[in-house]
């Protein structure tokens, strides 16, 4: 097991304290057992609050984007694995600026039925929520199932533009609704080539070969849509954008945003050789590439491989997406 | 009559069984999904019975105290379901000091009500759901509960194997599941197993 | 070879063209053989440049580092090789806004021999330059040997405050002296968990078992001091820091910084895990840490591992550290 | 007389032998280094290699040609100084259609000293200016240069192997370096015979 650890059920709690350690501008633990990040400095009375929640593993994905015009709050569950209930309603009341709260997050069944049962916990307490839910992996489900796909990086950009309108003001239903334009926005799709290595597990979530990538594999090692022999950068970006370009139509005139995202181990130098060919082709087709992402954005820990997110944009949706945000691992000025 | 005091020694055979089968149960998961449950049910079964000793005599507040001991450890959907279904058999029996086993019935259909509530699936997908909807329907015509309980799990878990998943990341391999165990019934078997003392 | 790329002879080209297709607002492209890499806004007139250089397979060293506040342009090698004096001379020449230039880069062979060719180079078309080597990594030299030591993460900290002293208009003498400052007040140390691939090479550059650890490791691959089954991370985090202050003096009232660093692979989690050590230490010792950093500032492409490097502040390098800088991996505003 | 069609004839040697022994200075460099020395040498001597049918007439000019080809391709250590040492030469060289064996020796030890002042070293630090410097001295007194020049930077690669390396990341394993060849010296047994043809 190649990891840096030091008891194995600690992971999750020691990432948190040095987090919160190196960043005690930006980030605060809150909650009785610690598994909720707050702003440190809170969002002014009267602005939508934003939360968000799931697995440990993933970061920056999800606690990292607590920040201004980002999240307000987010529930830490352990490797993997969905927060509970109580952390997630802890998330939810130090988010509560008085104005409501959306719930934001990924659809995945553990994460959806605690953020409901924390919804019945805190409506007793008289905070109003709303949810949306990313469901952006193309490979997880047909169009015609699209809403039972599950979220994967497309949430990076509903953090920023949800983040950005509740930043500029708008209530909870403008937030909300903008939040869900962003998500229907986003279309992403993974390709793996080694597993990562759950904490509390000790051995790697899968076996791959030396020579091979899995096409749509799951950001917890789930099986993707197609294993074969390693294939060229050129090869798999193209791949990649067609599989979203079938779900999501981008032609001339269009504005889009594109992330290149590394899932772990994939070195920046290979993200930009993909992005390269995504950038090109986009600009064929007549789009504009505005404010590309390529880095680790949503992470599997070490997982070797690589995501795309396509988010098509209207003037509204560039507008937030550019506004001013600041976390320890996303600034925009 | 079941009572608390079984409540009890049964939570401790869970334990051990759990403990016994996480293994298999991750690897049943890891197939076709996040290989998870394993672990799910050794912490929810650890939590529970670490809380045995301390369990209210009454049988419902006793059922409540182990679906919240589970989820403050495990909120998978597994860990998040039975959880749930605990709740509502809970709500059901409170106020008593015990259940008889002619009970059982509609106490298992409150809880796949509220459990179908909470995770927005149907009867018949595939799921644990139709472990304890076997169970239910099989228990209002038996002598012995227990035997009864186990076989209507273990049959509805065969019966189920020649059918596509349908919920959680599994159901996007919708043939390839076909001849698998849904990890959610094989581990309701084990965990009906257990709780008699199979 | 668990890595995405086309013609493994294309590596680099490649990845420049995509980091300046994606960031065209901070990098382009320049020299004859577009191995250069300049700001895509310049300087002002007068104000001193500052070049770097040295081998691909870094990012965000060295190239990432181009922008405002930070490096003025920067010549790219291959893979872990050393560019050639004629590429370190079109940086030069283009980072010079007529105040001279800093040649800031590690301590290398192949680099020095070439900066140094290239400063013979430059001198006949009057750029004034001088140099500052980074030599920084301890466990490559023991402290008599000090200066024959190789340049590792802490070139980081003097790429941001020679930056922020030359955007601030110290003249050539002044930007150069701080610089040394920097360097003089930079330890660092790595430890590597598994190996990186070159791609010319096509195979990891070291074999190391399973369950092995191996510090002091160069960010090459070279060999280190000892290699030992993996420990806990609190155990590595002691070491490391232990090797750096047997080198370097911090105590009570001391103000420093402190990058823990991903060679690559190693996730935030774990790096973070790492810091929470680091910053509870140094704060026993009664030291403050100013700015931590943590997270991938000097890579090894996919290596698994991790680097700590102590900077240790005065007055004057801790207002440096802190003003504002702006390029694709780093903003401090 | 050594002119430039011997050195064209040369310089394709050199690239069969480098193609050919490759992975085995790669290796020799790796085991306390970074492993690029063949890497370097095979880039380097394709490169020059490729210039052969346009070098120019002039013999000192021809050799200036060679370092700009091989320091074009290749940066590192070994590359650097070789291109460092034949520009040296060059000059020596300058304006004349070849050389004569018995200049060899003044024509390396113009090398050895610009390859020092480039390198910040000394001679008798086990690198590849120790190779020369032997070469320089034995080529004084011979009558078959050509098998001297080989046997002199094989004696000098076998009698520093007992010493510690001085140079790069070799150093800091002081101990463990010795018994090993360095690897520059290896090479440059292997560049000698090769140019010469043995
Ligand atoms: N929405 C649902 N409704 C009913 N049962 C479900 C549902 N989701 C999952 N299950 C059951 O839970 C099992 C998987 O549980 P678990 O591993 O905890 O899921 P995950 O890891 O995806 O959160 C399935 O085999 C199924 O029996
Ligand atoms: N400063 C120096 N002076 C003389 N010879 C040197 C020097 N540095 C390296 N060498 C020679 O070059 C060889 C290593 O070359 P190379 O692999 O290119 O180095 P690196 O990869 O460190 O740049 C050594 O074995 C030695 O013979
Ligand atoms: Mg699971
Ligand atoms: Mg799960
Ligand atoms: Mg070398
Ligand atoms: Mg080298």
Known sequence: MKKILNDPEAYVDETLAGLCAAHPETYRLVGEEGRAVARTTPGRDGKVGIVSGGGSGHLPVFTGYVGAGLLDACAIG????????????????????????????????????????????????????????????????????????????????????????????????????????????????????????????????????????????????????????????????????????????????????????????????????????VHARLKAAGAEVVMPLVGRYATSMEMTGVSFTLCKLDAELEGYLKAPCDCAFWIVK | MITVADLRAASLRLRDAMEAEADALNAADGALGDGDLGVTMRRGSRAVAEKAEDLPEDFGMALMACAQAFTKVSASSYGTLLATGLMAAAKEAKGREGIDPDELPALLDAAVTKMMARGKAELRGKTVLDSLDAMARALTRTDDPAATAVQAAEDAQVAFRSKPATVGRARIFGEKSVGMDDPGMLAMTKIVKALTGR
Chains 1, 3 share one sequence.
């Open chain 1, 78 to 277: 352990d490797v993997f694995a969905s927060p509970t209930s109580e952390q997630m309603a802890d998330a939810i009341r130090v988010a509560d600026r008085g104005a409501g709260v959306l719930r934001l997050y990924g659809n995945y069944g553990g994460d959806v039925m605690n953020f409901d049962m924390a919804g019945d916990l805190v409506e007793i307490e008289d905070i109003e929520t709303t949810t949306v839910l990313l469901a952006d992996d193309v490979a997880s489900a047909p169009p015609e199932e699209a809403e039972k796909r599950r979220g994967v990086a497309g949430m990076v950009y509903a953090f920023k533009i949800a983040g950005a309108a509740a930043e500029a003001g708008l209530d909870l239903a403008g937030v909300t609704r903008v939040a869900q334009k962003t998500a229907d926005a986003c279309r992403s799709v993974g390709a793996a080539l080694s597993s990562c290595t759950v904490p509390q597990a000790g051995k790697p979530t899968f076996e791959i070969g030396e020579d091979e990538m899995e096409m749509g594999m799951g950001i917890h090692g789930e099986p993707g849509v197609w294993r074969d022999t390693l294939r060229p950068a050129d090869a798999i970006a193209e791949e990649m954008l067609d599989r979203l370009l079938a779900d999501i139509e981008i032609g001339g005139g269009d504005r889009v945003s594109v992330l290149v995202n590394s899932l772990g181990a994939t070195p920046h130098e290979e993200l930009y050789i993909l992005y390269r060919n």
